[in-house]
Nanobody, 125 residues
């Protein structure tokens, strides 16, 4: 059974940072691109950042450029999303996803094979 487990969410104040982790079981991370998505209350899920299988191609949504950083270590079977200077409107459940081919999270979720259950990030003002 495949599982993606996110961790690192929590409650922070505006301007603070969090680092999310994604660790799969049942699959080898290196075979998949990884995408981070988020869903805020009352809003649709949106792509935040995604990284190719070898880490050589990275995409960021415009609203996180310069503040978020995605990375991965296939040997450790882990991916991360470093989030700096968080804003209250970024309060959401953040999901890790294994994408079948290329990192395409900014175009939607049609390439996602597996989802994590999500981790809640709350940013207070």
């Amino acid at each position: 059974q495949v599982q993606l487990v996110e961790s690192g969410g929590g409650l922070v104040h505006v301007g603070e940072s969090l680092r999310l982790s994604c660790t799969p079981s049942g699959i080898a991370l290196g075979y998949y691109a990884i995408g981070w998505f988020r869903q805020a209350p009352g809003k649709e899920r949106e792509g935040v950042s995604c990284i190719s299988r070898d880490g050589g191609t990275i995409y960021y949504a415009d609203f996180v450029k310069g503040r978020f950083s995605i990375s991965r270590d296939n040997a450790d079977n882990t991916a991360w999303l470093q989030m700096n200077n968080l804003e209250p409107e970024e309060t959401a459940v953040y999901y890790c996803a294994a994408e079948r081919y290329e990192p395409a999270c900014l175009s939607g979720d049609s390439g996602v094979d597996y989802w994590g259950e999500g981790t809640l990030v709350s940013v207070s003002s």
